[in-house]
């Protein structure tokens, strides 16, 4: 019976050593793979990515004027 207990005891030692360090390996190889989805978008050609900073003449930014006082209209 104190063989089984001992067995049993290794084991938990062995788990709890164990644990956070595959616990860490599968999150390194978690982000390994969105840093290569990451890299793999970043590689589309120039012409479908949208320039920073760019827009279209007719646009305008939606924050354009907001601090700017209000102007009343005259009667």
Partial sequence: MN??????TVLAVAALLAGP???????EHRTDRQLRAAR????RPAQERPRPGIRSPGSRSPWAGALAPRRTERT
Avoid at 21 to 27: F, S
């Fill in 3 to 8: 063989t089984l207990w001992n067995a049993l």
């Fill in 40 to 43: 793999q978008q970043s590689r």
């Fill in 21 to 27: 360090a595959l616990h860490g390996l599968l999150a």
